[in-house]
């Protein structure tokens, strides 16, 4: 176990909606990341938050979005669904800013399926 | 551009075998960090191993080793005498250093190897 929870485990939508998927770090960790696995793209970097504030964006589509809130939990906005978001969504914790001083813990993801 | 190949996409042995796994980078930094994550078939990622581009020492963790060799960009996984519960597709990823002595934090993953573990 990783310490990082991600809520739900399993989603099933249909197009055109709109979800939000949720993290909350590991105790203490300041930075949580956000990941998109999918079988044709792999793994991609979506967006990066540290203490409540964007740090670094990646792949990230414009009608996807992210907040971290005063309490560190995370959570990922997905809007108007398309077939093609359907994927496993990552979120991982950091103490830290990124790589240069520590280590990504991930979550046990949420899988998105987009009917 | 940086980029993580892992050209193995699946491999298949008899358990008790010793297995490698290749990852080849690319980065345009003289500083960044490797990485190895494990993803079971249940799906979540698991931490192997850290490792800083200035550190070029081999490491060792139980029946795990890891060979860094800058000179071929590599970072190549070794499982010795495997078992079953090693099957799981392996992701090595790499982060960058920005050029300002900052972070860039993200992950770039390769494809990932498949292995499975045959009794």
């Known amino acids: 176990d990783s310490g990082v929870t991600q809520t739900p485990k399993h989603l099933i939508t249909a197009t055109g909606q709109r979800v939000t998927l949720r993290c909350s770090p590991r105790s203490g960790d300041l930075s949580v990341y956000w990941y998109q696995q999918s079988l044709d793209q792999g793994l991609q970097f979506l967006i990066q938050?540290?203490?409540?504030?964007?740090?670094a964006k990646g792949n990230i589509l414009e009608r996807f979005s992210a907040q971290q809130f005063p309490d560190l939990h995370s959570e990922l906005n997905l809007s108007s669904l398309e077939l093609g978001d359907s994927a496993l969504y990552f979120c991982?914790?950091?103490?830290?800013?990124?790589?240069?001083?520590?280590?990504?813990?991930f979550g046990p993801g949420t899988r998105l399926t987009v009917l | 551009a940086q980029k993580v190949t892992q050209a193995q996409t699946e491999i298949s042995v008899v358990e008790k075998e010793d297995v490698t796994l290749d990852c080849v980078y690319e980065t345009r930094d003289t500083t960044y960090y490797l990485f190895w994550y494990k993803q079971p078939p249940s799906g979540e990622l698991v931490f192997l191993i850290r490792?800083?581009?200035?550190?070029?020492q081999n490491e060792i963790s139980g029946r795990y080793s890891w060979n860094f060799q800058k000179s071929t960009s590599s970072f190549n996984f070794t499982i010795t005498a495997s078992q079953v519960v090693d099957s799981a597709v392996y992701f090595c990823a790499l982060s960058e250093a920005l050029y300002d002595g900052g972070s860039q934090g993200n992950l770039i993953f390769g494809k990932g190897t498949k292995l499975s573990v045959k009794p």
């Open positions: 991982a914790s950091s103490a830290g800013l990124g790589a240069s001083t520590d280590t990504q813990y």
């Open positions: 938050y540290y203490n409540g504030e964007e740090r």
């Open positions: 490792r800083n581009s200035f550190d070029e």
